[in-house]
Structures are given as C-alpha cells and as structure tokens.
C-alpha cells in the first residue's frame, strides 16, 4: 500500500511540507522514516486515497508516539499513545482510507 508522507525532523533540518507530499510505501514509511522521528518537535504525517491525514509525534524521552487523525473543522483530534512497535503494527494494517474505527483506543481532544 503507498501513501503520500509529509515530515520534519528537527535534528537534520529535513522536511517535506503536507503541499509537496511524496509518495512512500507502507514498508519503507516503517524503515525510512519511523526511526528518524526521534525528538519532541518530529512528525511525521501520511495522507490517504480521499485526503486523510494521520499524524505521527514523538515523544522521544517517554519511549512513545502520540498518533491523531485530525479534525480541522473541528480543531480536534481523535488519537492515542503507541509504542513504537504497536505503530508499525497499525501502519503494516492500514487500509486505503483511514477510519477511527480502525485504531482502537482513541480518545477525542480538542485543539
């Protein structure tokens, strides 16, 4: 499954802006891109077939990830706390078109 991923990682000053997404595998997402998320100001964001976005934060110091689905009109986010090997288990899972049904355990927060 291919993606389009937008990212910054803040220790190398790399980033690729949500306008100038870049197309990616799953697999490559995983083992590209996973490893490099590693300091507070890190994301990563993958967008789906229908324009969907999935944002990935890291929270190095505490060993997790905070992963959203957010609601811009809403300015809220739906999203949950993951290890790192929970995430790649959900992002080798993903469908096409992400769902909050398909990630079990979000809670709603507003911006």
Not at 27 to 50: F, M, N, V
Request: proline share 5%; hydrophobic share 40%.
């Amino acid at each position: 499954m291919h993606y389009r991923v937008f990212y910054l990682f803040d220790r190398s000053g790399e980033s690729v802006s949500s306008a100038s997404a870049v197309e990616m595998s799953v697999r490559s997402i995983c083992e590209q891109l996973l490893p490099r998320l590693q300091c507070e100001d890190d994301y990563l964001g993958i967008i789906d077939a229908e324009e969907n976005i999935m944002q990935i934060l890291c929270e190095f110091e505490a060993n997790r990830y905070w992963v959203e689905l957010p609601l811009d009109a809403a300015k809220a986010s739906y999203g949950r706390y993951m290890d790192l090997d929970h995430l790649r288990e959900l992002l080798l899972g993903l469908p096409a078109v992400f769902d909050r049904q398909d990630i079990p355990g979000l809670e709603y927060r507003p911006w």
